[in-house]
């Protein structure tokens, strides 16, 4: 009888090192779902929850300028960082027509929306009112001769554009952008790119 329950054990131990799932339990409550994503090494790979990826602009930290060049193109750096003016009319999203929300190149923060969105006739892209006033801080700009009123993203402290009062009605606002400064996502990549709660802006228009 000894014999049998010492084999019956020996088995047991045989089985849970080849299969750790019968002696692991998971705890189903605690457990969140991960993806996967490459690092810089790309010998090792890291699991990050997707809830973290999907509020990363929420807790976004500006690294040093070394890295911002390493991730933005010239021009990008020059608009954000050195309140840089890109060319009026040769940009990227000037004469863009297509329905989705513009966050800050730099952190990833909701900024605009293309329902907002209209064609000032400037050359660079315009904006009625922010989808995330929150996310937007403006200054006071005295570089050139008038005053302007700069726009920058809270988070990233990206330079942006300019703010004017001389839009349409009814914020009678024109919020005037560099393209460079901007990321665009179309609505139908909201939802895989971490922007879901606002496909709702684009279900009632």
């Not at 209209?118 to 904006?127: A, D, M």
Request: with cysteine.
């Amino acid at each position: 009888m000894k014999v049998l329950i010492v084999s019956i054990g020996l088995l047991f131990l045989v089985l849970g090192f080849q299969y750790p799932g019968i002696t692991q339990q998971e705890d189903k409550g605690i457990m969140k779902k991960t993806k996967v994503v490459k690092t810089s090494d790309k010998n090792t790979m890291n699991t990050i929850p997707e809830e973290t990826q999907r509020t990363s602009w929420k807790n976004y930290k500006k690294p040093d300028d070394a890295m911002l060049k390493k991730k933005l193109t010239p021009l990008q750096f020059e608009v954000t960082q050195h309140e840089g003016t890109e060319p009026a009319f040769h940009n990227e999203y000037n004469e863009n027509k297509r329905s989705g929300i513009y966050v800050d190149i730099v952190s990833g923060e909701p900024l605009f929306s293309s329902i907002d969105k209209y064609n000032s006739g400037t050359g660079w892209p315009s904006f009625i009112k922010p989808i995330e006033p929150d996310n937007i801080i403006t200054r006071q700009d005295k570089k050139l001769l008038s005053m302007r009123t700069e726009v920058r993203s809270k988070r990233g402290d990206s330079h942006l554009g300019h703010v004017f009062p001389d839009g349409p009605q009814p914020t009678g606002l024109r919020y005037c952008m560099n393209s460079a400064a901007l990321r665009f996502i179309p609505k139908e990549d909201l939802e895989k790119e971490g922007y879901g709660e606002y496909k709702i802006l684009f279900e009632k228009n």
